[in-house]
């Protein structure tokens, strides 16, 4: 694998970006600190870096690509929008159409704003909430990203985590009062805390099926446990679907597991490859929100034109064709395969899998919540990682990220996947 190219972009990159990545999570800092590979271009399942070396791409950009790169009726959808206007200040169409297939598509989705990024759409919700029930504090999960605002930096996932202090410097100690980080699917936990403060609590906060300590599915009866306890001390319940929404089925996974929230924050795949965030749920609560009501949230590319294009376009793609079941088989094949090579090669792995998405830890079974995923071993993913690359195959780097099988991956590339897989972990058990 040549990377001259790569390598010569990104130190032009660390002469003038801190750590020369404009987001933290496509540092290869996490994977033996190598510098990342600079793509130039994506086609369906495929990214292509600059040294035109080509990889199948298990990263979905993180998520939203569930058609995979370009695909032409998105393509088509940004390009007739962008020629009708880049951004228009104004109601238009395209928003109005997006958010009318959101709450047709989502359960519980009565309104809804939009936002640019999921960022906004969680911070906006937990805004919204604390309007509503006029209480401060928030209740999230260890080892759950939901983006980057101050609240919910504390103790939220792969960075370095210390109890009851926040991930980042820079957030005052004020705010990280407001927040209590509890163990994901620990039912006890989430009881007692919330019997001794509940009535300060205004929202729990939690992704339904967690995607960023790797892929963690609730355990039977935790979150119908959750929504009733959260009920009970008369707080909101939020699911982050930044990810989720639209990556399991044509609709959130609230709707597939049974428990509707009060609110929702969506994003990713909402955006068809665009910035895109949303965030909306029951009508009496939403009715706070400003213009309407008192809550204030604005943003000058909310509903961008392009972006709703491309969510519109994705979403009508993803009804049409509803590509969830191919999907979900072609990941169980590939999850299926990963832990035969590993049985095989006395790799010690396991695959926490929800649908199309799944993680794999090494050196750690049954990962149910940060603790567990904390245990999967650094060392031995950076190699595999770097293997990986070697053999064309791109994977998020860091070992609390998902592989995403998108509509755009076939059963060769599967098995091409696999047979990488198995030379791979052939390569560590030497
Ligand atoms: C569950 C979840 N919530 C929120 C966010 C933040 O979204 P964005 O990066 O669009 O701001 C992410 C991003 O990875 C996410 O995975």
């Given at each position: 694998?040549?990377?001259?190219?790569?390598?010569?972009?990104?130190?032009?990159?660390?002469?003038?970006?801190?750590?020369?990545?404009?987001?933290?999570?496509?540092?290869?800092?996490?994977?033996?600190?190598?510098?990342?590979?600079?793509?130039?271009?994506?086609?369906?399942?495929?990214?292509?870096?600059?040294?035109?070396?080509?990889?199948?791409?298990?990263?979905?950009?993180?998520?939203?690509?569930?058609?995979?790169?370009?695909?032409?009726?998105?393509?088509?959808?940004?390009?007739?929008?962008?020629?009708?206007?880049?951004?228009?200040?104004?109601?238009?169409?395209?928003?109005?159409?997006?958010?009318?297939?959101?709450?047709?598509?989502?359960?519980?989705?009565?309104?809804?704003?939009?936002?640019?990024?999921?960022?906004?759409?969680?911070?906006?919700?937990?805004?919204?909430?604390?309007?509503?029930?006029?209480?401060?504090?928030?209740?999230?999960?260890?080892?759950?990203?939901?983006?980057?605002?101050?609240?919910?930096?504390?103790?939220?996932?792969?960075?370095?985590?210390?109890?009851?202090?926040?991930?980042?410097?820079?957030?005052?100690s004020g705010v990280v009062e407001d927040v209590?980080?509890?163990?994901?699917?620990?039912?006890?936990?989430?009881?007692?805390?919330?019997?001794?403060?509940?009535?300060?609590?205004?929202?729990?906060?939690?992704?339904?099926?967690?995607?960023?300590?790797?892929?963690?599915?609730?355990?039977?009866?935790?979150?119908?446990?959750?929504?009733?306890?959260?009920?009970?001390?008369?707080?909101?319940?939020?699911?982050?679907?930044?990810?989720?929404?639209?990556?399991?089925?044509?609709?959130?996974?609230?709707?597939?597991?049974?428990?509707?929230?009060?609110?929702?924050?969506?994003?990713?795949?909402?955006?068809?490859?665009?910035?895109?965030?949303?965030?909306?749920?029951?009508?009496?609560?939403?009715?706070?929100?400003?213009?309407?009501?008192?809550?204030?949230?604005?943003?000058?590319?909310?509903?961008?034109?392009?972006?709703?294009?491309?969510?519109?376009?994705?979403?009508?793609?993803?009804?049409?064709?509803?590509?969830?079941?191919?999907?979900?088989?072609?990941?169980?094949?590939?999850?299926?395969?990963?832990?035969?090579s590993a049985r095989h090669y006395r790799i010690?792995?396991?695959?926490?899998?929800?649908?199309?998405?799944?993680?794999?830890?090494?050196?750690?079974?049954?990962?149910?919540?940060?603790?567990?995923?904390?245990?999967?071993?650094?060392?031995?993913?950076?190699?595999?990682?770097?293997?990986?690359?070697?053999?064309?195959?791109?994977?998020?780097?860091?070992?609390?990220?998902?592989?995403?099988?998108?509509?755009?991956?076939?059963?060769?590339?599967?098995?091409?996947?696999?047979?990488?897989?198995?030379?791979?972990?052939?390569?560590?058990?030497?």
């Amino acid at each position: 694998m040549l990377n001259g190219q790569s390598q010569a972009w990104f130190n032009r990159a660390t002469a003038i970006v801190p750590g020369g990545v404009n987001s933290p999570a496509r540092s290869f800092q996490g994977v033996g600190g190598n510098p990342p590979l600079v793509m130039e271009r994506g086609e369906g399942a495929y990214l292509f870096d600059v040294d035109q070396n080509r990889y199948i791409d298990y990263l979905a950009a993180f998520g939203p690509l569930v058609l995979g790169h370009n695909h032409p009726e998105v393509v088509q959808a940004v390009q007739n929008a962008a020629s009708q206007g880049m951004v228009l200040g104004t109601p238009h169409p395209n928003e109005i159409l997006l958010t009318e297939e959101l709450t047709r598509a989502v359960a519980g989705l009565e309104t809804v704003r939009l936002t640019s990024t999921g960022t906004e759409a969680v911070m906006s919700a937990i805004r919204l909430a604390r309007a509503y029930t006029n209480r401060t504090r928030i209740i999230k999960f260890d080892g759950a990203y939901h983006g980057h605002s101050d609240a919910v930096l504390v103790k939220a996932g792969s960075g370095a985590s210390t109890a009851g202090a926040a991930d980042s410097l820079g957030i005052p100690s004020g705010v990280v009062e407001d927040v209590i980080s509890l163990p994901f699917n620990d039912y006890e936990a989430l009881r007692r805390t919330l019997a001794d403060v509940g009535e300060g609590v205004a929202c729990v906060l939690a992704e339904p099926i967690v995607g960023n300590m790797g892929i963690v599915n609730p355990e039977p009866g935790y979150l119908e446990a959750m929504a009733e306890l959260t009920h009970a001390a008369g707080a909101l319940l939020i699911f982050d679907e930044v990810i989720t929404a639209f990556r399991f089925h044509y609709g959130s996974a609230a709707q597939l597991l049974g428990v509707i929230p009060d609110l929702y924050a969506l994003g990713k795949i909402i955006g068809g490859g665009l910035p895109q965030g949303a965030y909306g749920g029951r009508g009496d609560v939403m009715s706070k929100v400003s213009p309407l009501g008192g809550m204030f949230q604005a943003g000058t590319f909310a509903g961008n034109p392009v972006s709703a294009a491309a969510g519109l376009a994705t979403l009508s793609v993803l009804e049409r064709i509803r590509p969830y079941p191919t999907m979900d088989r072609l990941a169980r094949e590939l999850a299926d395969a990963i832990l035969d090579s590993a049985r095989h090669y006395r790799i010690d792995a396991s695959i926490n899998r929800a649908g199309s998405g799944f993680t794999l830890f090494f050196g750690v079974h049954g990962v149910r919540d940060y603790a567990g995923a904390l245990q999967a071993d650094p060392a031995v993913f950076a190699r595999f990682h770097r293997l990986m690359l070697e053999e064309g195959v791109y994977l998020a780097p860091s070992r609390f990220e998902a592989w995403f099988v998108s509509q755009a991956h076939d059963a060769a590339m599967i098995h091409t996947t696999a047979a990488a897989v198995d030379r791979a972990f052939y390569q560590m058990s030497r």
